[in-house]
């Protein structure tokens, strides 16, 4: 199984930057997609960001240009660098990993969740 424990959110004011961060552990065998989405109260989770390689990331059209995502692979950890930030972007924030992990014996590819984390963003 793999375990995603995320990091770095809270309250900041319209036009500050926050950095989240998101560790992946367990019986990991590979990562191949990481990302962020997010959950505003009374709406569907949404994509952020994704990042499958250093030449592979989506974003989310609200988010070009003032969010950044990256992933150190050696350290099985994604953040996602939040500058110039709105009050339309606060929300939930929850890692996503669909990651290969040992299961009984068994080799399983699915997908993962983090527990989340609260950005408040005061205007």
């Known amino acids: 199984q793999v375990q995603l424990v995320e990091s770095g959110g809270g309250l900041v004011q319209a036009g500050g930057s926050l950095r989240l961060s998101c560790a992946a552990s367990?019986?990991?065998?590979?990562?191949?997609?990481m990302g962020w989405y997010r959950q505003a109260p009374g709406k569907q989770r949404e994509l952020v960001a994704g990042i499958r390689s250093v030449d592979s990331t989506n974003y989310a059209d609200s988010v070009k240009g003032r969010f950044t995502i990256s992933r150190d692979n050696a350290k099985n950890t994604v953040y996602l660098q939040m500058n110039s930030l709105k009050p339309e972007d606060t929300a939930v924030y929850y890692c996503h990993a669909y990651a290969a992990a040992q299961a009984v014996g068994v080799l399983m590819s699915r997908d993962y969740w983090g527990q989340g984390t609260q950005v408040t963003v005061s205007s």
């Open positions: 367990g019986s990991i065998f590979s990562i191949d997609a």
